[in-house]
């Protein structure tokens, strides 16, 4: 499964970006999906997930009232829909996708909050 990740940018304080991560080699319909994010200095952390057939969500506290993630498995893509950002979202944003013991990362995204 290759995972590529895309829709991040600058955007300023309050803003909103949408990410999308697209599947491709295999389907991941079967997979659980979620986002993960690094901002510079520290270690990797969770931020959404969606099970796979999408009924399912769990959120990072940082996450939840701002954040929504979504999937259509019809077009293996997962999305990540980001609202009133904040300075401190600004990260490299990856995405993931597991099923047991399989799990695949795709490359990155970077987000950009200007104050």
């Known amino acids: 499964v290759q995972l590529q990740a895309s829709g991040g940018g600058l955007v300023q304080a309050g803003g909103s970006l949408r990410l999308s991560c697209a599947a491709s080699g295999r389907s991941v319909s079967r997979y659980a999906m979620g986002w993960f994010r690094q901002a510079p200095g520290k270690e990797r952390e969770f931020v959404a997930a969606?099970?796979?057939?999408?009924?399912?969500?769990h959120y990072a506290d940082s996450a939840k009232g701002r954040f929504a993630i979504s999937r259509d498995n019809g077009k293996s893509t997962a999305y990540l829909q980001m609202n009133s950002l904040k300075f401190e979202d600004t990260a490299v944003y990856y995405c993931?996708?597991?099923?047991?013991?399989?799990?695949?990362w795709g490359q990155g995204t970077q987000v950009t909050v200007s104050s």
């Open positions: 969606i099970s796979s057939g999408g009924g399912n969500t």
């Open positions: 993931n996708a597991k099923r047991g013991s399989f799990e695949f």
